[in-house]
């Protein structure tokens, strides 16, 4: 049964929430619309909605939501037949059907082997930079050890040629033997007694000094009492009898001495007296 035109346009509006009173005029329109047509009608503007009913209907959100994923899809599925990815990951990535959760997982595992190359490349210039660093460092220490050696060489042989002018000033009770080999056996002497009492030579600026080997820092010391270096070698030279021992001061012996009276012939004078003193005795 056919349906008047004004029951079309009541569905239209409320179909589209327009207000039926501002409608009046297409109301009283005589004309009627065949049951075809208006069910036609009926049913398109059944699937209509508003704007607010369509954000949240949830086919067009599926389908938005899927049209706007669609592109992202298509890169992952690139990726994947490139070959960028390993199987393992190309099989995860397949099987996840978020989209959000395979790009994601896509970014980090194209992330990493960039990650690790640029840290590959710099290995061998990380590895040229420390072995420069350890050869500054070596060559550094090399050079230290060789002035501080030096430094000691310098001070030992100072320290040498100070002992054998001390020595060389020695008066040596063997004269038949070369000064060298004298200083010679003075030095060996010396350096035995040195090692024997734990005691050691150093150089300091008012001469040489004996200090304690095992404590540098301490004098050496003999019964308590600091030992002079100069001291410490006449001991040792005087206990091994290499010092010219001093002679005795020289003793004089007076003689005495016998008046000899010469024969009375030989002194006119004298027999002269002697006559006179017969003479006298003869007066007397």
Known sequence: MPKPFGQLVELLAQKTNIDASELTELFQIKADVSDDVFTKFETKLATLIDINDAKHNNDLHKHFKALSLNPFDKLINEAIEQGLVDEDTANDLKANVNTYDKAKKLISKLSEPKVQAQAKDSEPLKAEIKKLNDEVLKTKELYESQ???????????????????????????????????????????????????????????????????????????????????????????????????????????????TIINQPVDDNPAAVRNQERLAALEKIG
Do not use: C, W
């Open 147 to 257: 002035i501080k050696d030096l430094n000691k060489q310098s001070e030992s042989k100072l320290m040498q040629f100070q002992i054998d002018t001390l020595l060389s000033g020695k008066e040596y009770a063997n004269k038949d033997l070369p000064k060298n080999v004298q200083i010679l056996t003075a030095k060996t002497l010396l350096e035995q007694e040195l090692a024997t009492k734990k005691a050691k030579v150093v150089m300091t600026d008012s001469g040489l000094k004996l200090v304690n080997a095992e404590t540098p820092e301490l004098d050496f010391t003999d019964s308590n009492k600091t030992v002079q270096f100069n001291d410490f070698v006449d001991r040792v030279l005087a206990s091994n009898k290499l010092l010219q021992v001093s002679a005795p001061p020289t003793t004089v012996v007076k003689t005495p001495q």
